[in-house]
């Protein structure tokens, strides 16, 4: 019997109008995710992550306004975390669950030296993670809050000294939003599977990281995309 790949499954950018039909997607086939929220959005639809939660599926923190750290002060950054973190702790409370952990995710996987390392990674190159002053201070206030990494086993090469959430292979899924669309090397859903049996990494057994987004315009493609990684054996694992 050859060794199961596994992957975690993360999704950022949540909620949109979709996420309803996302979570209850996820629990048909019983795959665990962790949602990366903004706060903002939440605000706007607050029954979304509620309804996520009732479904299994574990929150993670992306900031509230959705700015680069790189652009903004430590001060800054941390209240703008904070006020996402408010919300998850108040939905999670409205749904009488208790938070399994403290999860976050920096927009653009910029982590405060203003590199957006998802773009790296979609330009096929291997991502570096740049360590200075400004991203210790980052990584430091994270600790101190109490958020850690929520993956019970660590992939290859995962920088497991890191508080934020990375990941190992990007979807590209956002390639497909009306405002990317047909600007990148990939330009359907097509390409990007043909790109997930390209993926060098991706051949190994892992665990992988997988970050796909739950963004209004992309649902279906995305949904095909998780329900790709499923009919190659991927077994997804829980947080
Ligand atoms: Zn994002």
Request: hydrophobic content about 35%; glycine content about 6%; proline content about 5%.
């Amino acid at each position: 019997m050859p060794n199961k790949r596994s992957a975690y499954l993360t999704i950022d950018d949540s909620p949109c109008e979709h996420t309803e039909a996302l979570a209850d997607f996820l629990h048909e086939r019983q795959i665990p995710a962790l949602l990366f929220v903004r706060g903002a959005f939440m605000e706007q639809n607050p029954k979304a992550i509620e309804y996520a939660i009732q479904k299994g599926l574990v929150i993670g923190n992306h900031s509230y306004a959705h700015k680069p750290a790189g652009e903004m002060e430590p001060q800054e950054w941390a209240d703008d975390l904070e006020k996402c973190d408010h919300l998850i702790d108040a939905a999670y409370a409205r749904c009488d669950v208790d938070r399994p952990g403290k999860y976050y995710r920096f927009p653009y996987i910029d982590r405060g030296d203003g590199v957006r390392v998802e773009r790296i990674f979609a330009d096929g190159d291997t991502a570096e993670i740049v360590e200075n002053n400004k991203t210790s201070i980052l990584q430091q206030y994270l600790k101190d809050q109490g958020f850690t990494q929520p993956f019970k086993n660590m992939p290859a090469g995962y920088p497991s000294h890191a508080v934020d959430c990375l990941f190992t292979y990007t979807s590209g899924d956002w390639m497909l939003t009306d405002r990317h669309k047909g600007k990148w090397e990939y330009k359907s859903v097509e390409d990007l599977k043909r790109r997930i049996d390209e993926d060098e990494n991706l051949q190994s057994k892992g665990p992988h990281v997988l970050l796909m987004h739950d963004q209004s315009d992309i649902h279906a493609e995305a949904c095909a995309l998780i329900d790709y990684f499923y009919q190659q054996g991927f077994e997804f694992l829980d947080f």
